[in-house]
């Protein structure tokens, strides 16, 4: 599929160049440069240049870059031209927004199950799904082939269910919890709690 | 505070480091290295030594790094060894879950006030908090001289609200809208949605 191994930190760029193109294309617009995608993203021109060349050549010269056509091979990179079924693990306050999240729609990602080992929590519904027990976990995850997963449980257990998940065959995990996770190399984690998003931006606070 | 101008992209891996030596120092280990902290994160131990040389001189040759002192450091170089004030706009679920978020003790952040516009939902609790009006945002925000804020608020919306947080003399903003935000360049966004997480790791997978 991809000719050559593309270096991690270029692959973290391109979900976010598609997420712009995505909103430019909701409002009409065929094509852009990577002078104004840099001005919407944060990121130089000439990064986007280099980063897009990766893969082929595509804007032409004085033309700039067909959106739908960027779109395209962006999701096609990054294997989200199709839908990968995901379950959310803890149904808390962020289990339970995630739940109901309209975010997904036309990113590549559905919610299949919803799990939570609160026996007061399952049965219950969150959004449009029925919680169900994690001691099932393993056993659901593996019927239906999942591989994404999105943890949204305390930090004290969030190991115990990681090594649970992997167990399961999942193969990407969002982490929600406040820590750290060992999973073995072939397990890819994603860490997206808040406070170290903010810290990333005080460094250039006064 | 910094004798020379950092990379960004190796700004954005501090706060990686310090969450994970951070987890090392509540189960009491006192020093590390490169190679543990890369086995647990994910992230060379060679790139590890380069971006922390970026510093000064930690760790010594055979003994590793202290991780009290590497800490104290990056929470000194990331600004977080004081308590940022942070307001959260839009207390839909998410709001919510962020407002009842307990991962932000240590980590430099403290929730101030959180606002909505729904009627229906002002002067309501969440968590610890009232739900303050949105249009009283910009005044109760100068007021305290806030500078951090999480927006939680529609895509469709996000741009109107991040113009007041702006206009509020908001410096950082935490985006979970599924959008991309056009502010100044003095102003920082770090944007959290999920989606754009997963496809990161989508890539990978088979």
Partial sequence: MNSHKIPDIIIGRLPIYLRALQRLAEKGILTTSSQELGEIIGISAAQIRKDISQFGEFGKQGTGYSIPFLIERLRDILKVN????????????????????????????????????????????????????????VEKIKQNKIKVAMLTVPAATAQEVADQLVKAGIRAILNYAPTSLNVPSNVHVQYIDPATHLQRMTYYLD
Same sequence: chains 1, 2.
């Fill in 82 to 137: 199709r839908v990968w079924e995901v379950v959310i693990v803890g149904m808390g306050d962020m289990g339970h927004a995630l739940a109901r999240y309209n975010g997904f729609t036309n990113r590549g990602f559905h919610i299949n199950m919803v799990f939570d080992n609160d026996p007061g929590k399952v049965g219950q519904k969150a959004g449009d799904y029925e919680i169900l027990d994690t001691a099932t976990l």
